[in-house]
């Protein structure tokens, strides 16, 4: 080992340990069914979200366990109408590239029962767009570890979050999604993730049939 890298690992009792107040069961039961019931909206209400909801959301994504315990993200929450237009029409300059000859055959083809397309009105309607950074370095310039895995899995507990407190939320990914920096003037150790768009559902609020469907347990989960 390096002389310098002899810092000692500090412990402590294990403090403030979570016990769920039901059986797991019980537990496990009433999180699924919030989960099973979350679907990616595209038509959002305009109806305002407080900020104090918006920051629990990301400190619920913040407790998310990171390489090293580097917590390499950052969550630019936008309300601003006009900032909003920007990305929406950033974003939308994209898709236009993407579904014009961006995306193969293919893609095009699995995206068809989705019925997206390069009209974006959620990012202009919705009451806040959340904007997922990941730093490709600490801000002290220092290495981070397993970037990807971090952040996917700080995004994947916002999401939960929002559910939990019944909003609507899509993980959208204009690509490139460049633009978000340069918008948003982020700093160079930072690269867009991924533009989560926070709201209510419309009332009239459609969502695809088919996405309904998932894999049966058996395909996804192997016992050994
Ligand atoms: N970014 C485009 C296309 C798109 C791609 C995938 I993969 C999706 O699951 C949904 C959309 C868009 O947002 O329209």
Avoid at 136 to 155: I, M, N, P, R, T
Avoid at 178 to 197: M, S
Wanted: charged share 25%; net charge negative.
């Amino acid at each position: 080992m390096h002389p310098e890298c002899v810092t000692v690992a500090e412990f402590v009792p294990f403090p403030d340990r979570y016990e769920p107040p039901v059986s797991p069961e019980e537990a496990l039961s009433t999180f699924h069914d919030a989960m099973r019931r979350r679907r990616s909206v595209r038509e959002f209400s305009d109806k305002p979200v407080p900020r104090e909801i918006i920051e629990w959301l990301v400190r619920c994504a913040h407790t998310a366990p990171s390489g090293a315990n580097k917590q390499p993200w950052r969550f630019v929450c936008v309300q601003n109408p006009a900032v909003k237009q920007k990305i929406r029409e950033a974003a939308e300059k994209e898709e236009r590239e993407f579904y014009s000859h961006r995306a193969n055959e293919e893609w095009l083809k699995d995206l068809a029962p989705l019925g997206t397309d390069e009209t974006k009105e959620f990012l202009t309607v919705a009451p806040w767009l959340v904007i997922v950074f990941q730093l490709v370095q600490d801000d002290d310039g220092s290495q981070v570890y397993y970037l990807k895995e971090s952040v996917g899995l700080a995004s994947g507990m916002f999401l939960a979050a929002a559910q939990l407190a019944g909003l609507a939320t899509l993980t959208h990914t204009p690509s490139p999604m460049k633009f978000l920096g340069e918008v948003l003037q982020r700093p160079d150790n930072e690269r867009a993730f991924l533009l989560i768009p926070v709201g209510y559902s419309a009332d009239d609020c459609r969502v695809p049939k088919k996405a309904l469907l998932r894999k049966p347990i058996d395909d996804v989960m192997i016992v050994v």
